[in-house]
């Protein structure tokens, strides 16, 4: 059997009928339920935290998930090898990296947000690259024109007042694995 077709089968064994139903729909439905799309050809991810703190992790997979009752789930797998990796470091990655967009700038650029993140096939092109230094780049995006924060002191009666309800950071899991868990110091 292909890995595809095992892990469908462990899926469907897995989960109680209803949970079946939720995920893959019933026979009377004309349109699937979740459709799956999959990214290839994305195999090393580059990230710079902060001048002197680069670290480089493999893509094992990039799924987006799109049910049909408009929710979209990304899964993106990575890993890495190199033990010499500092445990702050990754505390630093996954503070970072599941940030949609920079909370706010400050005289050293991007808060809470990595200073490039870069992806390469498995010939090493770039195949995408995001900056993080420029709050111009955002805010030409997300003006929300005619829109308006609620709550802003210059309401105008014209425009559409909008709140936001979620923040920049996105859900994540993370596993870490170490050959002796005894080792692990404070770093300090």
Known sequence: MAP?????YAEFVY?????RRFLYGDAKSERPVLRIFKRTGIKKLHIVLRE???LE???????????????????????STNA???LSDIQDFLDQFRRAYPPYWDYAGAGH???TVKFFNNNNELRAEGLYNDPKDYLSFV???????????NVNRDKVCYLQLEDE????MAYLAFDNPRLLTQGI
């Open 52 to 54: 002197g703190q680069e």
């Open 143 to 153: 003006l929300l024109e005619p829109f308006e924060p609620c709550g802003h002191s």
């Open 57 to 79: 992790f493999d893509v094992d997979r990039i799924h987006l998930y799109v049910f049909d009752i408009e929710v979209a789930i990304l899964v993106m797998e990575i890993s």
């Open 169 to 172: 950071r996105m859900p994540y």
């Open 113 to 115: 947000s990595p200073q």
């Open 15 to 19: 989960f109680h009928p209803f949970i």
């Open 84 to 86: 010499n990796t500092e």
């Open 4 to 8: 595809d077709e095992i892990t469908r």
